[in-house]
């Protein structure tokens, strides 16, 4: 008969992950958490920095549409290199020997963009400098997606681990409506010198960037000596390093990334199959949520929004407008986060999906036929269908549904193909908008998220699994065949817990 300690030896219990003090439970959220708020902060917020610095270095007027779409794209290119080299690097020498070194590029390329030389600086010097330094931005950014994906998925705070994924990935829309709200509090408190000198303009943006720093700052030293998660010692190795006798290497990590996505057996074929799926899955959905975030600015003023008869009006209009519609991209975060151990990652995702292509395809049906408020009220449903299903989903599947030795990477793989989607869409939708309106550039958004509606079947459901469920493939089994095996572990544990303790016998006298 099973014992307890039998049950422990073969299952690692992610019971046992909890940290103890609400105080250690708070802190390591907001470590994991940082890069996600930096991410919303200077990414989400881009596209009204960008109206902010065509005003400062163009004499008033705004940046041509490619150079924009340049700048843009340069976070893009960035993250996608960081997605892969810090995933890697992750699974092959742990999270504790690469961890906090994303930040560091994530802050030196923000302070360099801050540091844009204000005067005898060309136009096309401005869009150098600052794509160049976006790109080192981004690397840290992108590095940052499967580190503190992995670390979430491993440790324990009391909550499930869907729910503390999709809670620290939360922080990216926090991210995005503080810099809003800043945003329009920073261009009221320089309302007097903008209209006096619209060149004043240049200390918003400048001061908004500075103040995205903060966080990670303050963070920098608890991510740089953050100690190795206890999967990562059980499933994969205690000893890594870049080079040495019995320990773990970058080899020994390709050699586990080569060994799991092969053809050579049934399984691994299925593999190969998950790791496409939400790749496809993440490069259709960010086509179109990073061609609305990116083109927030231009959205609004097209539909007519954020627009005024001043400058500093059309700037005041676009922060509310922003405020706006991130409040309802939170509360589809929110809602999001508990929906899948409710209905599952699959439903949650494809139903999105769907949804968001639906709505997207009204949108554009309807664009040149309705007042401002009804494309106002279109643009904040689907901002809460988008955020609520495949954002939440995209980014929590790819880190679930591959086992310890490869989550890294196969979620820095899934992200960086996101990415891509990322990159294109930042050229696309502001050309598709300005040169064929934007009823053109939404039909493309709604036709990509039908195409991510159908990858998302190739994922696998993982709700109710534990890690040691994952580590043995379970969630390639049959559904009937996975539900019984989750009730018959939920069993053996409610047996083991209710189990009198042993008597320990005492010696007779």
Same mark, same amino acid.
């Given at each position: 008969?099973?014992?307890?300690s039998?049950?422990?030896?073969?299952?690692?219990?992610?019971?046992?992950?909890?940290?103890?003090?609400f105080?250690?439970?708070?802190?390591?959220?907001?470590?994991?958490?940082?890069?996600?708020?930096?991410?919303?902060?200077?990414?989400?917020?881009?596209?009204?920095? %960008?109206?902010?610095?065509?005003?400062?270095?163009?004499?008033?007027?705004?940046?041509?549409?490619?150079?924009?779409?340049?700048?843009?794209?340069?976070?893009?290119?960035?993250?996608?290199?960081?997605?892969? %080299?810090?995933?890697?690097?992750?699974?092959?020498?742990?999270?504790?020997?690469?961890?906090?070194?994303?930040?560091?590029?994530?802050?030196?390329? @923000?302070?360099?963009?801050?540091?844009?030389?204000?005067?005898?600086?060309?136009?096309?010097?401005?869009? /150098?400098?600052?794509?160049v330094w976006?790109?080192?931005? &981004?690397?840290?950014? &992108?590095?940052?997606?499967?580190?503190?994906?992995?670390?979430?998925?491993?440790?324990?705070?009391?909550?499930?681990?869907?729910?503390?994924? @999709?809670?620290?990935f939360?922080?990216?829309?926090?991210?995005?409506?503080l810099?809003?709200?800043?945003?329009?509090? $920073?261009?009221?408190?320089?309302?007097?010198?903008?209209?006096?000198?619209?060149?004043?303009?240049?200390?918003?943006?400048?001061?908004?960037?500075?103040?995205g720093?903060?966080?990670?700052?303050?963070?920098?030293?608890?991510?740089?000596?953050?100690?190795?998660?206890?999967?990562?010692?059980?499933?994969? /190795?205690?000893?890594?390093?870049?080079?040495?006798?019995? $320990? +773990?290497?970058?080899?020994?990590?390709?050699?586990?990334?080569?060994?799991?996505?092969?053809?050579?057996?049934?399984?691994?074929?299925?593999? %190969?199959?998950?790791?496409?799926?939400?790749?496809?899955?993440?490069? =259709?959905?960010?086509?179109?949520?990073?061609? =609305?975030?990116?083109?927030?600015?231009?959205?609004?003023a097209?539909?007519?929004?954020?627009?005024?008869?001043?400058?500093?009006?059309?700037?005041?209009?676009?922060?509310?407008?922003?405020?706006?519609?991130?409040?309802?991209?939170?509360?589809?975060?929110?809602?999001?986060?508990?929906?899948?151990?409710?209905?599952?990652?699959?439903?949650?995702?494809?139903?999105? !999906?769907l949804? !968001?292509?639906? *709505?997207?395809?009204?949108?554009?049906?309807?664009?040149?036929?309705t007042?401002? &408020?009804?494309?106002?009220?279109?643009?904040?449903?689907? /901002?809460? =269908? *988008?955020?609520?299903?495949?954002?939440?989903?995209?980014?929590? !599947?790819?880190?679930?549904? =591959?086992?310890? +030795?490869?989550?890294?990477?196969?979620?820095?793989?899934?992200?960086?193909?996101?990415? !891509?989607?990322?990159?294109?869409?930042?050229?696309?939708?502001?050309?598709?908008?300005?040169?064929?309106?934007?009823?053109?550039?939404?039909?493309?958004?709604?036709?990509?998220?039908?195409?991510?509606?159908?990858?998302?079947?190739?994922i696998?459901? %993982?709700?109710?699994?534990?890690?040691?469920?994952?580590?043995?493939? $379970?969630?390639?089994?049959?559904?009937?065949?996975?539900?019984?095996?989750?009730?018959?572990?939920?069993?053996? +544990?409610?047996?083991?817990? /209710?189990?009198?303790?042993?008597?320990?016998?005492?010696?007779?006298?």
């Amino acid at each position: 008969m099973s014992t307890v300690s039998d049950y422990d030896e073969h299952h690692y219990d992610e019971e046992k992950e909890q940290v103890v003090s609400f105080v250690a439970k708070l802190k390591f959220f907001i470590i994991t958490s940082v890069g996600f708020f930096s991410d919303g902060w200077l990414n989400g917020g881009f596209s009204y920095i %960008v109206t902010m610095v065509g005003y400062t270095y163009w004499n008033g007027g705004s940046i041509p549409s490619l150079s924009q779409s340049l700048i843009k794209s340069g976070l893009s290119i960035g993250m996608i290199a960081g997605m892969v %080299v810090f995933g890697f690097f992750g699974d092959a020498l742990g999270r504790h020997k690469v961890y906090g070194k994303e930040l560091i590029f994530t802050l030196l390329g @923000t302070f360099m963009i801050v540091l844009t030389p204000w005067n005898n600086f060309s136009e096309q010097a401005v869009i /150098s400098w600052m794509t160049v330094w976006r790109v080192v931005t &981004g690397f840290g950014i &992108g590095g940052d997606y499967p580190m503190s994906a992995s670390l979430n998925s491993e440790t324990k705070l009391g909550m499930s681990r869907a729910k503390l994924i @999709t809670t620290s990935f939360f922080i990216y829309q926090m991210g995005t409506l503080l810099f809003t709200i800043f945003f329009l509090i $920073v261009i009221v408190g320089y309302k007097n010198k903008i209209e006096e000198n619209l060149y004043n303009v240049t200390y918003v943006w400048r001061l908004l960037f500075g103040l995205g720093m903060i966080p990670g700052f303050a963070s920098l030293y608890e991510r740089l000596t953050m100690k190795e998660t206890k999967p990562y010692e059980k499933y994969v /190795s205690k000893v890594t390093g870049l080079t040495g006798e019995n $320990v +773990r290497t970058q080899k020994e990590g390709w050699a586990d990334f080569v060994e799991y996505f092969n053809f050579k057996t049934a399984i691994a074929r299925r593999h %190969v199959i998950t790791l496409v799926s939400t790749a496809l899955t993440w490069f =259709f959905f960010d086509i179109a949520f990073y061609g =609305f975030s990116l083109n927030n600015s231009n959205i609004l003023a097209l539909i007519g929004y954020g627009s005024g008869n001043t400058k500093y009006q059309s700037l005041y209009n676009t922060a509310v407008g922003a405020i706006i519609i991130t409040i309802f991209g939170i509360v589809g975060n929110l809602i999001g986060i508990f929906l899948p151990d409710i209905i599952g990652r699959r439903p949650q995702l494809i139903g999105g !999906c769907l949804i !968001c292509a639906v *709505l997207y395809a009204i949108w554009a049906g309807v664009e040149n036929h309705t007042s401002t &408020g009804g494309l106002m009220a279109l643009f904040v449903i689907s /901002s809460l =269908f *988008l955020q609520g299903g495949p954002n939440n989903m995209t980014f929590l !599947c790819p880190i679930e549904v =591959f086992p310890t +030795r490869v989550r890294g990477t196969a979620h820095g793989i899934s992200a960086a193909v996101g990415k !891509c989607g990322a990159l294109l869409t930042a050229f696309a939708f502001g050309y598709l908008s300005t040169n064929a309106g934007l009823a053109a550039a939404i039909g493309l958004c709604s036709g990509v998220m039908v195409l991510a509606t159908i990858t998302s079947f190739g994922i696998p459901e %993982v709700m109710g699994l534990t890690l040691d469920d994952i580590e043995n493939d $379970v969630q390639y089994l049959p559904r009937s065949e996975r539900l019984a095996h989750i009730a018959a572990r939920i069993d053996r +544990r409610t047996a083991f817990a /209710s189990a009198p303790a042993p008597v320990e016998e005492k010696e007779a006298i």
